[in-house]
């Protein structure tokens, strides 16, 4: 490739229309604090995700953290360690227990028959990974949930946009954190959101957001300060009328990388587990077996750079082999976490990819393996 192509490039809308809110932002001086593109950001993200509570962060992580404080959760919360590390640390940086249940070997989402083994009477929480875009089995998870008074919080930071069963991902579990940073299908710059439907959580992740503040002269809880800036819902209000188009285009190359990639003995692209389910094809994850291809993964990562192409190991190494909790000892065992974790590689997705790039990715990655076309 003549011109370095990177895993992902940020979708924007176009500058005029975001510089027509940046010219009002300017005149009103007011920059932060639940401003009025906030304000207005926030209605709509309601109304998209059909959710009565909604609230715009300054990233994901953030807000993640915001709602597990607001749930004043405390003890162990069963997750995935095949995730980015915001996931865990959230979990370790609200003083809760990451207890680690292996994933699917499908879609690499959590292995929902593998959950119940893990519930102890310390058990809080399962809080899922909608990894890539792939929904998590979220009727079963509410199954269990129920039968063990568990709280549900779905890492949604890769699924905005998404139905699943015809409504949309955020209305499933009790909780779910979206980001929306640079990199992801939908984006705000940097920020993110927790839609929720309790109103007392809501609340609570309001106050939680801004210092714990409830007036000029009152703190109630220890904060922290996650708020989003008017800048950023500015771009995020931009970039929902644009949403569709990202989506498309994005489409249109995933659906090259599954045809060329397909019936390759060893390449194996991940599938969501039912079929009524709107994609946003945020990544673009593919197994590569070395066992069968006689090539690794890391093999096809080099090659590819080679040729000025900049692939991601999302997700590799684990969570749960991070140095900073190798004493910990966070209990389960995820031995297909980590066989997926060492085979995959994102490729480069994007909603303006050239359709002639996707082609030219799939020949290097033919070529690293030795398949002549
Ligand atoms: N949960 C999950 C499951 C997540 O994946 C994430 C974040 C979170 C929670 C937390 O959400 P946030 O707090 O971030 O909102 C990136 C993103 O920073 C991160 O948001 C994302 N997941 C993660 C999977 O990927 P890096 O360190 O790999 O990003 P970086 O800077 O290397 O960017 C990747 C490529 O994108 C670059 O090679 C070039 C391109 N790029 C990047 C940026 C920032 C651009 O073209 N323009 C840009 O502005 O983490």
């Not at 292996?102 to 028959?113: A, V, Y």
């Not at 922290?224 to 009328?241: S, V």
């Not at 000892?329 to 085979?343: D, I």
Request: glycine residues 6%; aromatic residues 12%; negative net charge.
């Amino acid at each position: 490739m003549d011109e370095k192509i990177f895993v992902t490039k940020p979708s924007l809308p176009p500058m005029e229309e975001y510089m027509e809110m940046v010219k009002d932002i300017w005149k009103s001086r007011y920059l932060t604090n639940w401003g009025k593109y906030v304000r207005q950001f926030m209605e709509e993200l309601k109304a998209y995700f059909g959710m009565e509570y909604c609230m715009p962060m300054c990233n994901g992580h953030m807000a993640l953290e915001m709602v597990l404080q607001a749930m004043e959760l405390h003890g162990e919360i069963i997750t995935t360690p095949f995730t980015f590390a915001s996931t865990t640390h959230a979990i370790v940086r609200s003083g809760c227990t990451p207890v680690f249940c292996d994933i699917k070997e499908s879609d690499g989402t959590i292995d929902e028959e593998k959950i119940e083994a893990l519930i102890t009477e310390k058990t809080v929480a399962i809080l899922p990974v909608h990894v890539y875009g792939f929904p998590c089995n979220v009727e079963r998870i509410e199954a269990i949930a129920k039968k063990h008074g568990l709280k549900v919080i779905y890492d949604a930071a890769h699924a905005f946009g998404m139905t699943v069963g015809g409504k949309s991902i955020a209305t499933y579990g009790d909780a779910s954190m979206f980001s929306f940073h640079a990199t992801k299908a939908f984006h705000t710059i940097e920020g993110g959101c927790v839609a929720l439907h309790d109103k007392e959580e809501a609340l609570r992740v309001y106050q939680l957001s801004n210092f714990g503040i409830m007036n000029e002269e009152e703190v109630a809880f220890v904060g922290a300060n996650a708020k989003m800036n008017e800048f950023e819902a500015a771009m995020g209000l931009c970039n929902l009328k644009h949403f569709e188009e990202y989506r498309t285009g994005r489409k249109e190359a995933y659906d090259i990388y599954r045809t060329e990639l397909s019936g390759i003995p060893g390449v194996r692209m991940l599938t969501a587990y039912r079929e009524d389910v709107v994609s946003n094809y945020a990544y673009c994850p593919v197994l590569f077996d070395a066992q069968t291809l006689g090539v690794t993964r890391d093999d096809v990562k080099k090659h590819l750079e080679e040729h000025n192409v900049f692939t991601r190991k999302y997700f590799y190494p684990l969570t749960n082999s991070f140095d900073c909790y190798k004493e910990a000892g966070f209990q389960g065992k995820t031995p297909v976490a980590e066989r997926v974790a060492s085979q995959v590689l994102t490729l480069p997705l994007y909603s303006d990819l050239a359709e002639t790039d996707v082609f030219r990715i799939c020949e290097l990655i033919k070529e690293a393996m030795g398949i002549r076309r």
